[in-house]
């Protein structure tokens, strides 16, 4: 069973920064990439960015382009999500996930191929 922890969420300013980090309990056949999604009230769950645990492979929501960097640290077991020039649309719950299928690139996008989702850790812009 692969445990997911997210933190770093808090309140910044339209424009600012924050650094989101997501701390796995293990890397194994069950944990092949990570990705994180966000969900804001009244919407649905929506994809941010995924990286895999091996090779070079990230996958990023063309929302986020350019503005968010995804990151991992295989020693620690962990994976950041860099957020800069955040926007009045980007507030809401990010949850991380993890995946145990090998999957293309294309394919991090899908939440239903991630079967261990970590909390959530909220996520407010202020204009």
């Known amino acids: 069973q692969v445990q997911l922890v997210e933190s770093g969420g808090g309140l910044v300013q339209a424009g600012g920064s924050l650094r989101l980090s997501c701390t796995t309990s293990?890397?194994?056949?069950?944990?092949?990439?990570i990705g994180w999604f966000r969900q804001a009230p009244g919407k649905e769950r929506e994809f941010v960015a995924a990286?895999?645990?091996?090779?070079?492979?990230?996958s990023y929501a063309d929302s986020v382009k350019g503005r968010f960097t995804i990151s991992r640290d295989n020693a620690q077991n962990t994976v950041y999500l860099q957020m800069n020039s955040l926007k009045p649309e980007d507030p809401a719950v990010y949850y991380c996930?993890?995946?145990?299928?090998?999957?293309?690139?294309?394919?991090?996008?899908?939440?239903?191929?991630?079967?261990?989702w970590g909390q959530g850790t909220q996520v407010t812009v202020s204009s």
């Open positions: 990286v895999k645990w091996i090779g070079s492979s990230t």
């Open positions: 996930a993890a995946t145990r299928f090998l999957l293309a690139a294309q394919a991090l996008s899908l939440p239903n191929h991630y079967g261990y």
């Open positions: 293990e890397r194994t056949l069950s944990n092949t990439a």
